[in-house]
């Protein structure tokens, strides 16, 4: 596809479960950024990756969150032991560049439920 | 703490009015880039400012980028329906990453 992707685009699970959230970036992007957004806020900053590492994630909340890109294209999200509180959009997006200033593309990201 | 501040939260204006939303920050940024995301969707970038002063016209939006590059606004001239949506400011940091402002909601009325 032209666009970033995110699957599942809606995902509900009960407190205390595990989820894995999937983006396959723009074909090429060497950059892979993971946001959060809530209700009524603006996305928040979660992990950088710059090809298969993770450049920044000083964003992450806690050790429950965890990221992943293996082969420097597809990225899992992954989180742990949910909570109610980690009800929000997590957004994907990717850029070809590898520095500030970039164009981010986002993808529509996956709206997470937690009972 | 919220770095970007943006105004108003909401804003609902008949159709043909101009408008102004602000980004405000007590931060210094390389760049400032002006998103726009409507419901379901995510921000779809509108413009990138990197140097202070710096105007940008795109059709009926004037972007402006302050002088100390701290701050920014958005200027709607003749606002129609389509306008609406969530219109977010994010700053940019070392590293690529970017801080987002809550946004501006705003609603143009036929």
């Known amino acids: 596809g032209a666009g970033v992707s995110q699957t599942p685009s809606n995902k509900v699970t009960e407190k205390g479960k595990y989820v894995e959230l999937r983006c396959d970036p723009i074909?090429?992007?060497?950059?892979l950024y993971w946001y959060r957004q809530s209700l009524g806020q603006g996305p928040e900053f979660l992990i950088y990756?710059?090809?298969?590492?993770?450049?920044?994630d000083s964003g992450l909340p806690n050790d429950r969150f965890f990221a992943v890109r293996p082969e420097g294209s597809v990225s899992t999200l992954k989180i742990q032991r949910t909570e109610r509180g980690d009800s929000a959009v997590y957004l994907c997006?990717?850029?070809?560049?590898?520095?500030?200033?970039?164009?981010?593309?986002f993808g529509p990201g996956t709206r997470l439920t937690v009972l | 703490t919220q770095l970007l501040e943006q105004s108003p939260q909401f804003l609902s204006i008949q159709e043909g009015e101009n408008l102004t939303v602000y980004c405000n920050s007590s931060s210094v940024f390389s760049s400032l880039q002006w998103y726009r995301q409507e419901p379901g969707e995510g921000p779809v970038l509108l413009v990138t400012?990197?140097?202070?002063?710096e105007v940008k016209k795109l059709k009926r939006l004037t972007f402006q980028f302050g002088d100390a590059r701290k701050d920014s606004s958005l200027h709607i001239t003749a606002a129609q329906p389509g306008d609406t949506g969530l219109y977010l400011c994010a700053g940019g940091l070392p590293g690529g990453k970017s801080t987002f402002g809550d946004g501006t909601t705003l609603t143009v009325k036929p």
């Open positions: 990756f710059q090809g298969t590492g993770a450049a920044d």
């Open positions: 400012v990197v140097t202070g002063g």
């Open positions: 074909s090429g992007h060497t950059a």
């Open positions: 997006a990717s850029s070809g560049g590898s520095g500030a200033g970039d164009t981010q593309y």
